[in-house]
């Protein structure tokens, strides 16, 4: 008898020992104690395009990543929208931010179990920690990858498998945390028109 599609498309949990599941606790608290954060980064993606540039975070619901030149995107998380602007080209894209991986990484508070995510994945070796994530509710939207330092903790790294299953890996330095942020950072005005509204 064929399972109800709800049921199938439960995405499968990773099994995890006791030592895993302390650190996955370990990395609740290291997350829920971050509330900004700024850093260097290095994206490398899977269609072989790299690039450099900054990313601020600031929790809830804001993120903000800048490419260096001469790369002509900037991605901005509003707290509603992920907004996607291409200056070259003059596109805007809007996603609902809580339909994309990268929403895990700015949600108010990080459950990594028993919320709204699945641990898919879990490996603890050589001093880094990687946790891969979907959100229960919606696995085709992408996963998340964290990886992470271990003794300290520090977030070194994402992951991100699109739902068209491009692989982006960006790569963490310099990173500060605890940091002021303006609120402006994150503001976006889209230069055709007023953003869409949000879907109900």
Not at 11 to 23: E, I, V
Not at 170 to 199: I, K, M, N, Q, W
Request: hydrophobic content about 40%.
């Amino acid at each position: 008898m064929a399972r109800p599609a709800a049921l199938a498309a439960q995405p499968a949990a990773a099994t995890l020992s006791a030592a895993d599941s302390a650190d996955v606790a370990r990395i609740e608290r290291y997350f829920n104690a971050v509330r900004t954060l700024k850093a260097r980064f290095l994206q490398i993606a899977s269609t072989g395009q790299t690039a450099e540039g900054d990313v601020w975070l600031k929790r809830p619901g804001r993120m903000r990543i800048a490419y260096d030149p001469p790369v002509p995107i900037l991605i901005v998380a509003d707290g509603t929208w992920l907004i996607y602007s291409d200056r070259e080209l003059g596109q805007v894209s809007y996603l609902p931010l809580g339909s994309t991986p990268a929403g895990i990484l700015v949600e108010n508070e990080i459950r990594l179990k028993g919320g709204n995510l699945t641990i898919t994945g879990f490996e603890h070796e050589a001093g880094v920690i990687r946790i891969t994530l979907v959100r229960t509710a919606s696995p085709g939207d992408g996963s998340l990858t964290l990886v992470f330092s271990d003794n300290p903790l520090q977030l070194r790294q994402w992951r991100v498998v699109d739902a068209q299953g491009v692989v982006t890996t960006v790569s963490l330095s310099d990173v500060r945390t605890g940091v002021s942020l303006g609120s402006d950072l994150f503001e976006f005005v889209d230069p055709r028109h007023a953003p869409p509204a949000y879907p109900q």
